[in-house]
């Protein structure tokens, strides 16, 4: 079998002026990415070579240099892998032959292609660079050996070096939100990016990217097995993809798949990585050693491909592979991360149909947005209130979004849900619930842009499934107060001091009834709990000092009803009276972390 191999060999002696195929023209509606083809040599009248992938990596073992070849069996049966020989000559002239995975295919069936990896590390400290890479026969039966290139491959353009971060291959820089095809795969997939969020959590900083992935082929796909990393000015940080489980698209099929990068501190990603681990196994277990030739000299080298750190500029590989990056996507600027439709209060808001949090029968609207200054306190308050309103016949969960507010000069602000809401949704009605947010004092609430999230699908992520600008309502100091799905007409109010009898030897107290002539109306098909807000009566004397507070709810026990209702206020810090008093009115909201207040209404006693 060698010896039919070494006869077709003798009459095939390529070199690259006689290619076999060439760079195709793009098609108007091509895909960036799927342009980078691999070219094609043939070997002979059957067998058809290509290099898939290069790559040079630093680990501790010392600098790993890997390689990925295809062939292609043309012929009509099988045949045997050839036992060649790969080498990679640098640009100083040095050349270094690659080990063969012990995992290699040792024969290729008819019409069938396969790809190779073979991989050496070599223990020299400065860098190389990758010009060509050579297919050679050597005949161990000749003295002395006898050895003849096949073919020899120039690679400088498609060379990834992990200790730059960088592809010189223009077609494999992506802009971001542009669609690609993985270089060099069968898989028809597009992918395209669509989100980067930053976010900070107990385990440190995080990037979640979203990558859009759909199917244009007449077959079920599975969403290729790579992962982002993240590239800094200086730094790539590893990343890894969040689903566990395969994803897999129908023909026609949309879906998200999330990966994440994480680092120990705050950083400034200026691009993304698209990285492969291609697969290597040492024959007899043991790391690849190889020898370095040259006319001026030789060296040797060896090492265990141990994994570098996610923050170094090295290789993440080990000894059962190496990285290869395939695609350099470029981060987005911030205008393109907080980009928001237009909206208008109380309109449905277009959430992202390939979410899985609100399905599309479930309809969500914001029906207030109102800022609040708390004088002393160093911050605003920001109380947002939405309507989820179920259009099914049938039953469905209450939808746990999260609330985010970007400001104006890009910072975001996280938004804490009411304590507690209901689980479901009755068919044909709708739901109250309020997000709280706390914002600088120097935020003035213009060009706000609201983010809701989805913090299960890609758990512990979150990922935005709607975003629009956020109009924040001014506040009127009219009769009737906005708490909705109330509306409360203040028809009348007094107020008025009496005193306490002292106890126990203790000087008399003073204690306020606040009156009020109310009209309270309710929204119909419009629900509210024991969780939603209540209102509070604050008493403020002349000086600006609270004297005390009352809460009364809107629905349930004691709430507060049309007509004359009298609100108690037992606990006066004072024991001197008080007058002009101020009564501010404020909406109340029960949150995880404690009371969040918008002021809806003041009132002042005359002089």
């Known amino acids: 079998m060698k010896t039919n191999w070494k006869s077709a060999m003798a009459a095939a002696v390529l070199s690259i002026s006689i290619v076999a195929t060439a760079i195709p023209v793009m098609a108007n509606d091509a895909v960036p990415g799927a342009s980078i083809s691999t070219l094609s040599y043939a070997l002979n009248d059957s067998l058809a070579a290509s290099v898939k992938r290069v790559a040079v990596n630093r680990t501790t073992g010392g600098l790993q240099i890997g390689a990925v ?36 295919m040792k024969s290729i069936m008819a019409k069938e292609s396969t790809e190779l990896s073979y991989m050496v590390t070599v223990d020299r400290p400065d860098d190389i660079e990758i010009t060509d890479l050579s297919f050679v026969d050597v005949d161990e039966y000749t003295y002395p050996k006898t050895e003849k290139v096949l073919l020899s491959v120039p690679v400088a353009l498609n060379v990834w070096y992990g200790t730059k971060g960088q592809l010189t291959d223009p077609y494999a820089n992506m802009a971001w939100g542009q669609p690609f095809q993985i270089p060099g795969s069968s898989s028809p997939i597009r992918y395209t990016p669509v989100e980067l969020t930053k976010q900070n959590d107990a385990n440190g900083f995080s990037y ?100 570098a750190g996610a923050g170094a500029v090295t290789s993440s590989a080990t000894g059962s592979g190496f990285d290869v990056g395939r695609l350099v996507i470029a981060a987005p600027t911030p205008a393109e991360m907080n980009t928001a439709a237009n909206y208008t209060m109380g309109t449905p808001i277009a959430f992202d149909p390939l979410n899985h949090l609100v399905d599309a029968k479930t309809e969500v609207s914001l029906v207030e947005l109102h800022l609040h200054d708390n004088d002393g306190e160093g911050f605003k308050s920001v109380v947002a209130k939405f309507k989820v309103s179920n259009k099914s016949d049938m ?67 979150s990922s935005t499934i709607a975003n629009f600008s956020a109009p924040v309502q001014k506040e ?9 799905p109330f509306n409360v007409k203040l028809d009348d109010w007094t107020i008025a001091a009496y005193t306490n009898p002292g106890a126990n030897g203790l000087g008399q107290t003073y204690s306020y009834n ?80 404690g009371e969040a207040t918008r002021l809806v209404k003041t009132l002042t006693q005359t002089p």
């Open 69 to 104: 070849v295809g062939l292609t069996n043309n012929g009509n049966s099988m045949i045997r892998v050839p036992d060649y020989e790969i080498r990679v000559k640098t640009k100083e002239g040095v050349e270094y032959k690659l080990q063969p995975s012990a995992a290699n």
């Open 208 to 307: 979640l990217v979203t990558m859009m992935a759909e199917n244009p082929g007449t077959g079920n796909e599975t969403v290729s097995n790579f992962r982002m990393d993240g590239k800094t000015p200086d730094k790539l940080y590893a990343g890894k993809k969040v689903e566990q489980e395969p994803v897999t698209l129908a023909p026609g099929e949309k879906k998200y798949v999330h990966y994440v990068v994480t680092s120990d501190k705050d950083i400034n990603l200026i691009g993304l990585m698209l990285m492969t681990t291609e697969g290597f196994v040492p024959v007899g277990g043991q790391a690849a050693q190889g020898t370095g030739t040259s006319g001026a000299g030789a060296g040797t080298g060896t090492g265990a491909n141990a994994g």
């Open 395 to 461: 039953t469905v969960a209450f939808p746990a979004f999260q609330a985010q507010l970007v400001g104006g000069d890009g910072a975001s602000y996280a938004g804490t849900r009411q304590s507690a809401t209901a689980a479901e949704i009755m068919p044909n009605l709708g739901y109250v619930v309020s997000y709280s947010f706390m914002i600088p004092a120097s935020e003035n609430g213009d060009n706000l842009i609201m983010k809701l999230q989805d913090n299960q699908t890609a758990a512990p992520y």
């Open 476 to 484: 009127a100091d009219d009769a009737v107060m906005s708490l909705y």
């Open 514 to 593: 606040l009156k009020l002539w109310l009209t309270i109306d309710h929204l119909e098909d419009v629900v509210v709990d024991k969780n939603f807000s209540k209102m509070k009566f604050e008493v403020v004397d002349s000086a600006g000092r609270i004297l005390g507070s009352q809460t009364a709810p809107l629905t349930g026990e004691n709430k507060l009803i049309s007509g004359e209702q009298t609100i108690q206020l037992s606990n006066i810090k004072t024991d001197q009276f008080s007058y002009p008093l101020t009564v501010n009115i404020y909406e109340s909201i029960d949150t995880p972390n």
